[in-house]
């Protein structure tokens, strides 16, 4: 693969944005007067390392990834855009992408003005990787694969996405922000074997912070040198940075949630499914999963009137009937099973 040929002209040719902060090196500095920031106000008056060094080698030794090769952004939100913006020319290029999945792959592909090339999974939400490479052309820049997927919660199996990535030319981005869920070998581990391989993950899900917009991208040092050519100079915050690192240092918590909301998930499956209201519940190796009701839109407004909130996903392409009920607390799961008894439809 031919990264020059992928990347943009316009970004290839690139000067970036040089920031006070980039332009020393190596030495043991003490007064800042390069970057008109106000002396007082500690520790808030300074601005923060652009390139998140602490704290990607925190994350590092966790992830199993090297420093070089993780790019950090406001969320996933961030580098799903960022590659719209460095790879995919409007009006010209476009990028391929299973369906149904994750809504913001097309909302960044209308945002940027790219074609984005629906490729529906079939009855048992399995993804096919010939159907892919079909949809693709000499213009095609990115596919998209999210797995274990959103909403249909399903991991795909390896040896697909394996294909994907071998069979096409351009950037495979596989979305694993519900990895954690999953027992499957995550794709990040494989970063050398793939350097078309970009994989995504998030502080949102298993990390449990979503408030504070975290996501990681991990890829080839080149395609990370494009990420940070291209993002806004001081895209994560100070107080995100501290965040992540405080939540970091505690790994057995993080694992304990994860293993106390896997099993909930098998507790709050069993349930549902043994309601009359169910069709069936879909496999998942997330933490959520899909649900078919017998009417999903009459259910859904009936928990909303007794303030529970689920997903309903019955107009989604496939998911007819479909509700997306995430895994809560203990109680929340009673609580949610306790309205779905009582309804009256
Ligand atoms: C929730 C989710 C994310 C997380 O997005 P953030 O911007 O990091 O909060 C990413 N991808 C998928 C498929 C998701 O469902």
Redesign the pocket.
Known sequence: MLLELLVRPNIRDLKPYSSARDEYKGVNAEVFLDANENPYNQPFNRYPDPLQRELKDVISPIKQVPASNIFLGN???EPIDLLFRIFCRPQIDNVVAIAP??G?YEVCANINDVEYRKVQLDQNYQMSADKLIEQCDANTKLIFI?SPN?PTGNAFPRQEMEKVLNAFQGIVVI?E??SDFCDARPFRLDLKKYPNLVV?N????AYGC?AI???MAFASEQIIALFNKVKYPYNVNALTQNAAKEVLADMDMLHHRVVMIKKERELLISAVEKLPLTVKVYPTDANFFLAKMKDADAIYNALVQKGIIVRNRSKVELCGNCLRITVGTKDENARLLAALRTLKL
């Open positions: 969320g996933s939100d999945t994750y913001m999210c959103n979305d922000a519900y995504l998030t502080f949102s899900k979503a917009r975290l996501g």
